[in-house]
């Protein structure tokens, strides 16, 4: 069996695309990108996205061994530590964790009892790492460029990217956040189109390419190989030029700043203070 199920959850708030990836024959499961909602204004978090993959998976009887990341996330907050009370499963994220936790870290100074070596979570992966879902087999791939610490999950014949690629109307990933690196990105993504051309790709996020009316989230190899715009007959030397020229337009993400805080954390806020109240920080002028 090398075929697993793959329901896709679609938040169109952060137009993030999480999944939940299953093993037919033995209903093993993991869950990978999970949103919490987080109400930028109020400060106030929800689990309705969270909550439509628990019934998912209770409906069909499933048992959840893992809950991923693909990274630390700077687009949505990450619903890990919800998901783990309501359905158990180890938290796992790619053993370079700590480059970015050492950056954010001193970003908004979370201080001494903030390890950044990644004891938040449960699993370190490292590349080519092999993990099981019931009966289908699973890796891990590096694929940095992103963020120094991104990796994708080989699960039997899909791959689940992250934000590596999105769909081939739209192109790749910005590589202007700390320790990103266009060049970087593009070897990368080489790594992934290397794969089998019928290898299902499945993309974290979708913003819909203008002239396409539906959100779209899977693709193969062979699509992206062939039709992605940032990709698709382009040099290496020419898509650096490209992206690094694209990011120098770009705004920070909306939640960026309590996603990454809470993100390094494996999806926990930071220690409630003396007055019983957890705070995420804004640093002013720092992004």
């Known amino acids: 069996m090398n075929h697993p199920d793959v329901e896709i959850f679609f938040d169109e708030a952060t137009f993030t695309a999480s999944y939940v990836v299953s093993d037919p024959a033995t209903g093993r499961a993991a869950v990978i990108d999970a949103v919490l909602d987080y109400d930028a204004a109020s400060g106030r978090t929800t689990t309705t996205n969270a909550d439509r993959i628990v019934h998912y998976v209770s409906e069909r009887q499933l048992n959840v061994d893992w809950i991923l990341e693909t990274h630390v996330h700077a687009d949505h907050l990450s619903a890990a530590v919800y998901l783990n009370e309501k359905l158990g499963g180890r938290t796992g994220i790619g053993d370079r964790v700590g480059a970015v936790q050492k950056v954010f870290a001193e970003i908004f100074n979370a201080g001494d009892d903030f390890a950044t070596n990644g004891p938040q979570f449960d699993c370190l992966f490292a590349d080519g790492e092999e993990f099981d879902i019931g009966e289908i087999k699973a890796s891990v791939m590096h694929v940095p460029g992103h963020t120094p610490a991104c990796v994708a999950y080989i699960i039997g014949d899909a791959v689940f990217v992250g934000d590596t690629m999105f769909m081939p109307d ?29 290898t299902r790709l499945y993309t974290c996020h979708d913003y819909k390419a203008p002239g396409r009316e539906a959100f779209a989230f899977e693709s193969s190899v062979k699509e992206q190989r062939d039709k992605n715009v940032h990709i698709a007959g382009k040099s290496e030397d020419e898509f650096v030029t490209m992206r690094e020229e694209r990011d120098a337009t770009l705004s920070m993400p909306k939640l960026i700043l309590p996603a990454v805080q809470v993100n390094m954390r494996a999806g926990a806020f930071p220690p409630a203070e003396s007055n019983g109240v957890r705070y ?5 002028n720092t992004l």
């Open 280 to 284: 995420l920080k804004i640093p002013v």
């Open 170 to 198: 739209y192109g790749t990933a910005r590589c202007d956040f700390p320790g990103g690196d266009a060049r970087t990105l593009y070897r990368s993504i080489q790594k992934i189109l290397a794969l089998p051309d019928a």
